[in-house]
């Protein structure tokens, strides 16, 4: 009877023993969620010390936790701004590549353009004196032409250029023949032979050949920095939706009502949330693609084609030379002019003692090597190659840097769930969305249409979003820009008839390069883009289509100033 009493003492024992050890499971403590909760900056009143009961959660997995439904709200708060953080940081990088080097052009040009207006100036100052200030305004206007067509205005380029010859023969027709009086119906008889009789030579056609293609690639691939800027920082700003935010609160904030805080999600699960969270960045890849070859091919043009080595004489030199060629015919111009549109009347002022040809053999010649100026005028070509020689040096640098935002928006779950960085690397001690151990579902692709089996977020794969469609159409339109820029073409204006349109005039390449893109004269800015300083330099060129920025696009000019071949000789 003894020993039975014994027994049974000892049942009861053991009994009351494992009742408080599974109470004490039950409820344990909850001190290292609050820790965690408290140093996010979190308010630890009314969060339990122990574990409750979990069937008010509606995110986080119920059972015992150590979350309240407060918590879980704020947590889910977090859970977004942490995403919207990840995805800022983690393009930070690549995003400033855009915008330091869209700076650096911008100063790179905007330098070549005030010395090279600079340069012209002072040597026409020093060879013609007065003649050229008494006419100088023929070339400031050549200069703000230029501007404008690069501050966004309905300027077509060859038009312009033409139009500067024109004007340029009908001043120095009148210098050569200044005994007689001309009409403005004469003068402009005058410059209907242009074309016809070449006073100029061949300079305005081998000029107008080099300066457009390079002033169509430069600016082109400045505003190509422009738009990758604009489009990156766009997409980076995430929209996250809901199901996405309840997947990242499940993934990041769970562990801690599980009083598991410092559990890091497993590598595939991580993969899973990320890639159904960026499903519409993915889906931008392949425009993105397209998008940076296109600006690596113009960037080659920039380093080959237009390189500052290549130029022998800027273009003040050039202009001198035509002016010299057009007194050197002037005879025979002025016979041809005086058949076709009459014998102008004498001006009855007769020449001058000395004679206009005896002031154009005197002051009217160009600089022989020796001769070059080696004060402003060639202080400011010395520094114009400096300049330049940085420029291809930034040339190379910005090339390495458009490699490698290759495959960005596709790679971006990959960076984000960089192992040991933000998930665990032993994946069987790791967050699997319940509890601590392996991850089993697979990894689905990337893009919006694989998210349908998706296990981790509910993606509706009907609805894309709009912002990153309009993104998608923004980086089509310029890519197109940057293709047709690639074989010369202007995307505003294309002149079939110019014979330096033809036989693949424009690409820029020797007869063996074969690389042809259609031209599509389609048009679209970036959605959504801040346009405020484009805007300011429309309201001043009073006519403002959608372009690149204002300072780009003014500097980008000068490149195409010094772009004149030494085939020209």
């Not at 979003?465 to 690639?486: C, E, F, G, H, S």
């Amino acid at each position: 009877m003894s020993a039975m009493w014994r027994l049974h003492a000892a049942v009861c024992t053991l009994s009351l023993l494992s009742l408080s050890s599974a109470a004490e499971s039950k409820a344990r403590s909850c001190g290292e969620a609050r820790h965690a909760y408290h140093a996010k900056g979190f308010s630890l009143a009314n969060v339990p010390h122990q574990e409750i009961s979990g069937e008010h959660l509606r995110v986080c997995p119920q059972g015992h936790t150590c979350c309240t439904s407060e918590m879980e709200d704020k947590l889910n708060q977090e859970s977004k701004v942490e995403f919207e953080n990840l995805v800022e940081e983690s393009s930070r990088n690549m995003r400033t590549t855009f915008f330091s080097r869209h700076k650096k052009f911008d100063e790179f040009f905007l330098e070549l353009l005030d010395n090279s207006e600079k340069s012209l100036n002072s040597m026409f100052t020093r060879t013609y004196g007065k003649l050229y200030m008494q006419n100088s305004e023929v070339f400031q206007d050549l200069f703000t032409e230029l501007k404008r067509y690069y501050t966004g205005g309905n300027v077509n380029l060859e038009e312009m250029l033409n139009d500067f010859w024109s004007r340029l023969l009908e001043r120095m027709f009148q210098l050569l023949n200044s005994q007689y009086h001309f009409t403005d119906d004469y003068l402009e008889c005058v410059s209907k032979y242009t074309d016809q009789l070449k006073p100029f030579g061949d300079v305005p056609r081998k000029l107008k050949a080099q300066v457009t293609r390079a002033f169509i690639a430069a600016r082109t691939f400045v505003q190509g920095l422009m738009v990758g800027r604009e489009v990156a920082n766009r997409v980076a700003r995430v929209n996250v939706i809901p199901a996405c935010v309840r997947a990242l609160t499940k993934m990041l904030y769970c562990p801690y009502c599980r009083s598991m805080p410092g559990l890091k999600p497993c590598h595939n699960y991580c993969h899973n949330v990320m890639r159904g969270c960026l499903a519409n960045q993915a889906d931008l890849d392949a425009e993105w693609n397209l998008f940076i070859d296109a600006m690596l091919l113009v960037a080659e043009r920039l380093e080959g084609p237009f390189n500052i080595e290549a130029v022998v004489e800027p273009v003040d030199i050039k202009i001198s030379d035509a002016i010299m060629t057009m007194q050197d015919n002037s005879m025979q111009v002025s016979a041809k002019v005086f058949q076709g549109c009459g014998q102008p009347k004498p001006s009855g002022k007769g020449r001058s003692v000395r004679g206009i040809s005896d002031v154009f053999n005197a002051r009217f010649r160009p600089y022989t090597p020796e001769e070059r100026p080696t004060t402003a005028a060639g202080t400011s070509l010395d520094r114009l190659r400096v300049v330049w020689r940085t420029m291809q040096h930034s040339l190379i640098d910005i090339k390495e840097k458009l490699k490698e935002s290759k495959r960005f928006w596709s790679n971006l779950p990959d960076d984000i769930c960089a192992k040991g960085k933000f998930t665990e690397s032993d994946e069987d001690q790791c967050w699997n969305s319940h509890t601590k151990g392996r991850y089993f579902p697979e990894v689905v692709k990337e893009g919006l249409t694989n998210q349908v089996n998706n296990p981790e977020v509910d993606v509706d794969i009907t609805r894309p979003d709009t912002l990153i469609r309009q993104q998608i159409m923004a980086l089509r339109v310029m890519t197109n820009k940057l293709k047709n820029a690639y074989n010369g073409n202007d995307i505003y204006f294309q002149d079939s008839s110019d014979e330096g349109s033809t036989s693949g005039s424009g690409s820029g390449c020797s007869d063996g390069c074969t690389t042809e893109y259609v031209f599509v004269g389609t048009e679209a800015s970036v959605i959504g883009a801040d346009r405020s300083d484009e805007r300011a330099a429309a309201a001043a060129g009073k006519s403002c289509s959608v372009g690149p920025s204002l300072l780009p696009l003014m500097a980008a000019l000068t490149l195409s100033l010094w772009a004149l071949q030494t085939q020209w000789r």
